[in-house]
């Protein structure tokens, strides 16, 4: 009878820890975040700013297409990142436009082609991806669907009117309760922010930051290359540091893709 009893308390107790693992496996969720992305074939010179994130303990997520084509050593630079705490997440086997490619050939083939040797690729190279970014922000609410049965989160994007403030873009910005069941975010992007293309853009993307702060929301932001001159679009490593150091300053973490439920 005592041994009976002793089994059952036992097996109880395993049963909680194990029920405790789970829920422990993910930190939880500050009460207010900032999510920073970088797309496309860039890890050259996102992997060089390793220190620059560390200095600010900041974390992103970096979206990658063409994992097919990448030199071994471009494939190091990604695990690089991976160990430093950063995610990697799948950004299409071709860069294709969602909508134009579902519309030509249908759902299925988009994720055949697509969709499904690009995870399979990442995930054999011991980096499962658990998002996807769509090329170009093209996207709809049935290719949304589809793709949250491999993904917990995509990110689509919108961009800013002249004379919007940031802080008015409503779909940037995801309440922390909401984040969830919030399948895809909205990102807007953030290349070129303090050059002359975009003067005010910094002070637009703080002023953002605030607004997520004080309201208790997550808000998301994507850019391309970490660079001062490109190739392609990009941030530079300055307006990168401005941003991280406000973060720290207004104690608004950085969340990655992977941290979020
Ligand atoms: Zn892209």
Redesign the pocket.
Known sequence: MRITFLLLCFSLLSVHASATEKTTTRKPLPSAGVVLTF??RNMNQWVKQIPLFQKYDAKVTF?V?HFHTLKPQQIVALKQLQAAGHAIGC?GVK?RKAVDFVREHGIERYLQDEINPAVKRMTDAGIKPTAF?Y??SSRNEEIDQALLKTFRHLRGGTGLAPNQRMRDLKPIFVPVDQIQQTGCLIGTGIDYADTEKRPHYLTEVKDAMDHAKQRGEIVIFYA?NISDNGPGHHLSPKALEEILAHAQQINLPTLTYDDLP
């Open positions: 797309d496309d979206f297409d950004h860069h970014a090329p170009s391309h």
